[in-house]
């Protein structure tokens, strides 16, 4: 499966933006799917997975409650709607995708998935 991220940019704390992953060359519902982002200097880390029915969600503890992850297997999409921005949340944002199955509140390690797009910068502003 080929993964294409786009919906980054430029917004002030405190601000909302909708990232989305457009998936081809696959059968998407076959796949948990993922948000993982890296800022500069740090580590891949978890942010949101979503089952492939979209039943099971998992949200890092950092954007609980301020994130949402969705998918629309009909479209082959995955969105992350991200909201009450903090500086902390400025990286590079990658959709990622799996065959592997987590349970509700496991945060899986990026090397859980084999396949990824190329990333979405997300920049905000204090």
């Known amino acids: 499966v080929q993964l294409q991220a786009s919906g980054g940019g430029l917004v002030q704390a405190g601000g909302s933006l909708r990232l989305s992953c457009a998936a081809s060359?696959?059968?998407?519902?076959?796949?948990?799917m993922g948000w993982f982002r890296q800022a500069p200097g740090k580590e891949r880390e978890f942010v949101a997975q979503i089952s492939w029915g979209g039943g099971i969600t998992s949200l890092a503890d950092s954007v609980k409650g301020r994130f949402t992850v969705s998918r629309d297997s009909a479209k082959k999409a995955l969105d992350l709607q991200m909201n009450s921005l903090n500086p902390e949340d400025t990286a590079v944002y990658y959709c990622?995708?799996?065959?592997?199955?987590?349970?509700?509140?496991?945060?899986?390690?990026?090397?859980?998935?084999?396949?990824w797009g190329q990333g979405t910068l997300v920049t905000v502003s204090s």
């Open positions: 990622a995708a799996t065959r592997r199955r987590f349970s509700t509140g496991v945060f899986p390690e990026p090397n859980a998935f084999a396949y």
């Open positions: 060359g696959g059968t998407f519902s076959l796949y948990t």
